[in-house]
Structure formats: structure tokens, C-alpha cells
């Protein structure tokens, strides 16, 4: 099971972009350029929030391997 993280090593600002890049297995760059296409056609405020609110809700990742999802691969 797959789980959301704010990422440690695709990081800009806080890793949110980056998280979701890895989440969904695409280029973290087209996250973000995505994200700052749809902050601009919602007045810009939206986005802001959304991403100050994914910031404090979406934990960082902690580099930690679960042995029992490990050995399902």
C-alpha cells in the first residue's frame, strides 16, 4: 500500500510537489508546473492554501522500509 509523503529529496520549498511526484510515479517538475498553472487561474490564493495546508498535513517522510511490504515486491 502505496501512502503519501512530503519528500526529502525532491524538495523546493517544503517537498509537497515533490511527494506528489512520487506518489504517482511522474516528474516532480510537471507537479509543480501544474500546481502554479492552477494557483494562477484561482486567483492564486487557493493554491497557496491548499499547499500551506498539505504542508502541515502530509508527514515527511522518514526514509523508513516496512520488512513485511519489502518482501511482497
Known amino acids: 500500500m502505496k501512502k503519501l509523503y512530503r519528500s526529502k ?3 523546493k520549498i517544503s517537498g509537497v510537489c515533490g511527494g506528489l511526484a512520487e506518489y504517482f510515479n511522474i516528474d516532480a517538475t510537471l ?3 501544474i500546481w502554479v498553472l492552477v ?3 484561482t486567483s492564486g490564493f487557493i493554491g497557496l492554501i491548499v499547499y500551506v495546508v498539505c504542508v502541515f ?3 515527511v517522510d522518514d526514509g523508513y522500509i516496512d520488512a ?3 518482501e511482497k515486491k
Open 39 to 41: 494557483s494562477l487561474m
Open 68 to 70: 513485511e511490504f519489502d
Open 9 to 11: 529529496n525532491n524538495v
Open 31 to 33: 507537479v509543480r508546473l
Open 57 to 59: 498535513v502530509i508527514p
